[in-house]
């Protein structure tokens, strides 16, 4: 009786722990969770800040190009900002949610 409540309770944790894991609990709100990191230049919901760029909806395949571009080092104008250390933070289906996310945001008039 021993082993099988002992198996039951491993079971049940496992279960509960899956069903707690950061990853599933915010795969809803993932993109957004992740954008709201771009807010202190870019604005929240990249609605950008004087000078910067707007993200707003801007196609998502553009996002992803330019984060790859900085991860990469291909954008040598801007290696002396903070984006080439920010994009290589990210896995490349970081940056898809993170685009997603962002293309579908409306830009301010």
Avoid: W
Wanted: with cysteine; charged share 20%.
């Amino acid at each position: 009786m021993r082993v099988y409540a002992s198996v039951s309770l491993l079971a049940l944790g496992l279960g509960l722990a899956a069903e707690m894991s950061p990853a599933s609990a915010q795969d809803r709100n993932l993109g957004r969770n992740l954008a709201a990191q771009c807010a202190n230049c870019h604005g929240t919901n990249g609605q950008a800040l004087p000078g910067m760029p707007v993200l707003a909806g801007r196609p998502k395949e553009e996002i992803v190009r330019l984060m790859g571009e900085f991860k990469s080092g291909a954008r040598a104008g801007d290696k002396g900002t903070l984006m080439p250390q920010l994009a290589r933070g990210y896995s490349d289906e970081q940056v898809a949610l993170i685009a997603e996310y962002l293309s579908r945001q409306k830009p301010l008039p």
